[in-house]
């Protein structure tokens, strides 16, 4: 089993992801944290490879990751290629939500080539909404609640999605 957080940047995609995995007993891959330790920091590789590139190494990663199983985190522009899009057909996924005064503190790190800051982060998720909404089976907005509540959340979900019910979510792609 395969359950794939997406979401844009400074969602809490790896902080809530690893609380996931833990819950569920399963493991966590970071697709980001994985480029980062095969082929360097993210924003060198923007910089002298340009994104493009850096498309094609985040894909390897993808493939890697979604083989190994359990809870993997995705880098927010994964979802972009059409093949990890169609992978997403055999995984339960998850869209982390967040509004733009929840991630403007965490956005100041240099560590996101693409969002430098909120309004080039609001712009990258205004473009992306629909697309991560298309792809999710769960939505949950992390802004405003506790991160071990929202994993405690997810990790129940998942065990209904595997017919071992406990609570159900509020938000699913069936309920739109």
């Known amino acids: ?52 590139r850096f498309r094609e190494i985040e894909r390897v990663e993808v493939v890697k990751a979604l083989r190994g199983g359990g809870v993997v985190s995705f880098g927010g522009g994964a979802v972009l290629n059409t093949a990890t899009q169609r992978d997403l057909d055999a995984c339960l996924v998850v869209l982390f939500t967040a509004t733009a005064e929840a991630v403007a503190g965490r956005l100041g790190n240099a560590k996101r080539p693409l969002v430098p800051d909120v309004a080039s982060w609001q712009r990258v998720v205004d473009a992306r909404r629909e697309l991560y909404a298309d792809l999710a089976d769960l939505t949950v907005d992390t802004s405003h609640h506790r991160a071990d509540d929202i994993a405690d959340e997810v990790a129940a979900w998942v065990r209904t999605r595997l017919g071992r019910a406990e609570r159900t979510p509020v938000t699913t792609r069936e309920d739109r």
Request: hydrophobic content about 40%; aromatic content about 4%; proline content about 10%.
């Open 1 to 52: 089993m395969t359950v794939v957080i997406i979401g844009p940047p400074a969602a809490g995609k790896t902080r809530i992801g690893r609380r996931v995995a833990k819950l569920l007993e399963l493991p966590f891959t970071d697709t980001d944290k994985q480029i980062q330790a095969e082929h360097g920091p993210i924003p060198v590789i923007f910089e002298t490879q340009g994104e493009d």
